[in-house]
């Protein structure tokens, strides 16, 4: 089958298109997950999952035992679900094994099989033929746009395209943070279905927009108490540390964005313009980084990017690791 975008095989679901065979591919994990978790619902309807959605690990041994649940038939259910993580960490010996069921897959079964872009061609040939292939990789501009759209219908809401617009204004390209985001607009949005700019505004970004001026302001000044009472204004309106976070990451490289186009000599309306931003939001950008030396704000987000690591590799609870964060870019020299 030819590989389809992730517009068209969410679209294809919404059609109620379903295969014994599909190949995931990518380094956008979330996307991939969205994508199962959305297909398998469609598949399984109403009926068990625990009898009939098992999820198996390559990396395990386990190729004999997913390709024995996939040939079962379902219980009480028209169609089981079963998905392979890690194609890409099979064994050699056992791509045979995939490939002899590939050749006659179970039509009552959907097998889906997850694996890394760069290791596409190690997949037994007719997987590649024969599977729905869908890459899953970050997602920009449109596509982006579509799958919040996407993401929104699967609310039963709709959401109008500047109020699609103005949701990703504040946010990187993360696809967890954005639908966390969406996840607070609707909850907002209550029984009116449609969702309009204001909606997104009034959730999304006035006070949140408020906290992280302070808090950016707190850092330049080395003020920790700010600081932190900047960072518990943003928690008691529901935003998780991770968020605050990334939100206070990509303000620092707005403000240093600024710094370099004001050097440049270039004017207001042409700087908003080039980060994506509103005026009235530039403009504090503009006041603030003539208040935080470069020096300064290289050592800040330089530090910011080492904490990153922090978030990722620690098992402490976010909300300290936050804090710890909070504490080191206070003191950072």
Not at 40 to 45: F, K, N, Q, T, V
Not at 57 to 68: K, V
Not at 69 to 98: D, Y
Not at 263 to 279: D, F, M, N, S, Y
Request: glycine share 4%; charged share 20%; aromatic share 6%.
């Amino acid at each position: 089958m030819p590989t389809l975008s992730i517009s068209q095989a969410f679209r294809r679901l919404e059609q109620d298109r379903t295969d014994p065979l599909y190949l995931l591919f990518g380094a956008e994990t979330y996307l991939t997950h969205n994508y199962i978790t959305q297909l398998r619902d469609r598949i399984l309807g109403n009926a068990p999952q625990d009898f009939n959605y098992d999820v198996f690990a390559a990396d395990e041994g386990t190729l004999t035992e997913a390709l024995g649940v996939a040939c079962t038939l379902p219980m009480m259910a028209t169609h089981r679900v079963v998905v392979l993580q890690g194609l890409h960490q099979l064994r050699k010996a056992e791509l045979s094994q995939l490939e002899q069921y590939v050749s006659e897959p179970c039509e009552s079964t959907a097998l889906i099989c997850t694996g890394t872009e760069r290791d596409l061609k190690k997949y037994p040939a007719q997987l590649r033929d024969q599977a729905v292939a869908i890459p899953c990789n970050p997602l920009e501009g449109t596509a982006l746009r579509e799958w919040v759209h996407h993401t929104v219908a699967a609310q039963e809401y709709q959401m109008t395209d500047e109020a699609v617009r103005a949701l990703l204004l504040e946010q990187d390209n993360d696809l967890r943070i954005i639908a966390q985001e969406i996840e607070k607009v609707c909850t907002y949005a209550g029984e009116q279905r449609e969702i309009g700019i204001a909606e997104v505004q009034a959730v999304c970004q006035a006070s949140r927009q408020l906290s992280i001026f302070a808090l950016s302001d707190a850092l330049g000044n080395k003020h920790l108490p700010h600081a932190l009472t900047a960072v518990e204004q943003l928690l008691q309106q529901g935003e998780a540390p991770l968020l605050i976070f990334s939100m206070l990451v990509r303000h620092l490289r707005l403000l240093w964005s600024v710094q370099q186009l004001l050097g440049q000599r270039q004017e207001l309306g042409r700087i908003a313009k080039t980060l994506g931003v509103p005026q009235p939001v530039c403009r504090r950008l503009v006041t603030q980084s003539r208040q935080i030396s470069t020096v300064r704000l290289r050592r800040l987000y330089t530090t910011a990017l080492e904490a990153d690591r922090t978030f990722k590799t620690s098992n402490k609870p976010p909300q300290a690791i936050l804090e710890g964060v909070i504490f080191a870019l206070c003191t950072a020299h």
